[in-house]
């Protein structure tokens, strides 16, 4: 993290300033006071998704998934394990692509679960199909160098 980074809050979409050498995992929201990385996953719309893109400054690693798929079920604790060792350099969210069929079609997600690791609202990496998390760790490290 450099002088300060612009996080999103998941609760509120508030956007707070994160000064280096602070405890970010103590981080609290400015506007609703909600902890800024709880180690879970935050469940997003797509609006909330567009937000935490375009106004976030670390990564924000999406896992694209449908409560009906069973990998994506499989999948879902791992991805909340690796956030857990993660946060707060890299944001962890969900998105079910039933809940947002016109935004996972924009996203051109063909099969699910599919990762994707977002930096500077820029997509740079994707990858499909159910990973542990030590898997899903080191594909994003390999993703965001």
Do not use: Y
Not at 8 to 31: E, M, P, Q, W
Not at 61 to 84: E, S, T
Not at 113 to 130: D, W, Y
């Amino acid at each position: 993290m450099g002088e300060s980074n612009h996080v999103v809050c998941t609760a509120c979409g508030a956007i707070n300033r994160l000064a280096s050498g602070h405890d970010a995992h103590a981080a609290k929201c400015g506007k609703c006071a909600a902890v800024l990385f709880s180690g879970e996953p935050a469940e997003v719309t797509a609006s909330q998704f567009d937000r935490q893109i375009a106004k976030s400054d670390i990564p924000v690693l999406v896992d694209v998934w449908a409560p009906w798929c069973g990998p994506c079920r499989v999948m879902g604790p791992q991805f909340a394990a690796a956030a857990v060792q993660a946060e707060p350099a890299m944001r962890f969210i969900k998105l079910n692509s039933d809940a947002a069929p016109e935004l996972s079609t924009r996203l051109s997600i063909r099969s699910i679960p599919t990762m994707l690791m977002f930096q500077n609202g820029k997509e740079i990496g994707r990858v499909s199909g159910a990973m542990s998390s030590t898997d899903i760790l080191k594909w994003a490290a390999s993703v965001h160098r």
